[in-house]
């Protein structure tokens, strides 16, 4: 136990005395530590949040019964919405003093009353406050599926109201086992995200970037652990006692990532986080659940970092002589085929154009982005050989020596350009996707701002009377009542609001079409009946009220013309005159839809935060690895050059060239795949610059990186000497 120990504290010792290479090395497992239990914690805390948003619903979710004899409640939900989000109205009414209330009420609203939940009395700066009625509180927490949810809970001031619709509105209770739930309640979750595309969401842009990034830091620094696992295979230490040397350099940086993880995910189980692009809260409580997995995260972590940075030596690199030699190329079958299977899901999915093609789509991607820098690697060693050709025939000693290199060993290239590729796919294919999501949203903005709220569609139940009681509440805003009738749209309304649409040669007493009695209808008209889907030429007008006592085949119309002030108080009127109503702009009620197509790119960057902080690591280790190898590595040619020329053009060679390559094979990949996905969106657009841009930065990456390293490279030369032969 002792010798294991001993092994144990000299990797630690030889880890810290390695210099900038292990330096590098330990920050990058310290690094990887903290992102890897991370990503997992976040992981179980989507599962979680889903978990326990799903039983607050189920535990809320009414009992609807046929017989009045056995409920205890009525019951009904409307839809609403309020700046571009969609609000659950529920209009509650105990037949029993005993019902318990819903969930989150510690009582039932009292006639006009209301209770919000805390989101909905901030939303729109506090317009929802008084449109439902006199505010008596707030929802509780256990009584929202999510902190952010807007959901009102209201009871008409209007009595008898629920026994004036035909729908079945009698509930036995909430949240009772063998309940009706129904899968769309409520209206405000709608248009969410679905939870399987949450889960692609971070399988693409968090679990698979880390996964980069972890391959990346567990080959930074590995030119002198090789030499030191061979230096201890040679010297007769077993296989556990090298594989512990292995371990006690990377433990200690790898316990400090892992618990300073843990500490920050320990957090979250006590504070609501928001995240910062779709503002969506995550709560501390739901998180609680899944506290007692930290410290089993804490050792699966440790385990599996330090596991996978020794598992290379379990079989440790064999060397016969201290010269540079070719290495054994390993088979790229494994690759090519993986790239097959990925490049066919990207066509299946392409093929079905539908929201499951779309899931495999991304599969697919996933496959092809994570193949890619080892395939960009294979052909830089092809690469590498031609460049050493060629500069044998020129006579050029640097190209000589850096495309050997690079043939040697063209796995470095492949983990410098991981990062930079995968970043490139999913920079692109996010522009795609926020293209196809944001253009219904900015086309239905620009309609809606044109319309100004002018022309606001409202249905309810009960009798079409209560419609007469809300237009005499209204007396500055023309109305008429709107019914179809042989197969054309009626406006009935007095004179007065019927001179909205312009002067009339008469006031029609019968339907008379609405472009023979006005002969000049203006554009602010035009624009009130293109807000409700209509043409002049379809609509008839008159001025006799219909008599028609079905609701159901009648609406009123109320033409607002005092913008956004006017249109707040016709909903207010609304839901104090009519009980159990639903208003619409009906061009506004189409855009949440748009809005919220819009908002699903959101997701798409909180959840790549997570993955951009893997890339970025990736990148940095990867660049400082390849920096202290190369220098090292080219340390032995300054017994006859020294010069800083000669160096930079090496690490030219060696670098930029490659990267260039590799960036444009990757950059025509990525296009191709950007292309797919136009196919199965909706619209979108896919930019050639953007992807050109972006390989042209990984070329400028690689002559960033030629330069340093080549600067490093000189003055490790010029203070090179032999040791250890």
Known sequence: MNRHLAMLRLGHRVGRASGASGLVHRFGLFAASFLVLMVTWSLLAVDASLEARQERQDARSPVLTGQRQEAVARWLERPDYADGEAVSVIFTEPLSASAAPPPGLDRWPEKGEVFLSPQAARHADGVLVSRYGTMAGTIGRQGLTEPDELLVYTRSPIEGIFDETTLNTFISGFGHPGSQFLDYFTVSHQFERSPVDLWVLLLLFTVLPATAALVVVVRGGSELRDRRISMLEALGASRLSRLLVVIGEAAVPVAAGSLLAAATAWATTFWDIRLPFTGHTVAAGDLARVRPWLPVLIVATAALIAGVSALR???????????????????????????????????????????????????????????????????????????????????????????????????????????????????????????????????????????????????????????????????????????????????????????????????????????????????????????????????????????????????????????????????????????????????????????????????????????????????????????????????????FRNDRRFYVQVAFWNLSVPLAVVGVGAGAAIYVLGQMLLAIGDGGELSAGLVATGSLLIALGGLVVAVVCGEIAVRRARTWRPTGD
């Open 313 to 639: 030596y379990v079989r440790p690199p064999k060397r016969t002589s201290t010269r540079p030699q070719q290495t054994k190329r390993a088979s790229g079958r494994t690759a090519w085929i993986l790239c097959g299977a990925g490049t066919a899901l990207c066509l299946y999915g392409t093929w079905r154009a539908d929201g499951p093609g779309r899931v495999v789509f991304f599969l697919g991607v996933v496959l092809v982005l994570g193949v890619l820098p080892s395939l960009g690697g294979r052909l830089s060693g092809a690469l590498g050989s031609a460049i050493a050709s060629f500069s044998v025939r020129r006579g050029g000693p640097a190209g000589v020596i850096a495309g050997r290199w690079l043939a040697a060993r063209p796995v470095v290239l492949a983990v410098l350009s991981a990062s930079m590729i995968v970043g490139l796919g999913l920079t692109t294919l996010g522009q795609v996707v926020t293209s196809q999501l944001a253009g219904p949203e900015i086309v239905a903005k620009q309609l809606a701002g044109a319309t100004d709220r002018n022309a606001i569609l409202i249905n309810a139940s009960g009798a079409p009377s209560r419609f007469d009681r809300l237009r005499k509440d209204l007396p500055g805003q023309p109305s008429v009542l709107l019914y179809p009738e042989n197969d054309r749209v009626v406006f009935s309304g007095n004179c007065t609001s019927l001179a909205f649409f312009g002067p009339m040669t008469t006031c029609p007493k019968k339907s008379t079409a609405l472009t023979g009695v006005i002969k000049n209808i203006g554009p602010g008209p035009q624009r009130a009946l293109a807000v409700l889907g209509l043409t002049p030429d379809r609509v008839d007008v008159t001025s006799s009220h219909p008599g028609i006592t079905d609701p159901e085949k009648v609406s009123l119309v109320v033409f607002n013309t005092e913008g956004d002030a006017g249109a707040d108080r016709v909903w207010e009127a609304a839901y104090r005159t009519l009980g159990l109503p639903m208003l619409a702009v009906p061009v506004e009620s189409g855009m949440l839809g748009a809005q919220a197509r819009a908002g699903y790119v959101k997701w798409v960057l909180d959840a790549a935060l997570i993955g951009l902080a893997a890339l970025v690591l990736a990148g940095i280790v990867g660049a400082a690895s390849v920096f202290d190898d190369q220098a090292r590595g080219l340390g032995p040619i300054a017994s």
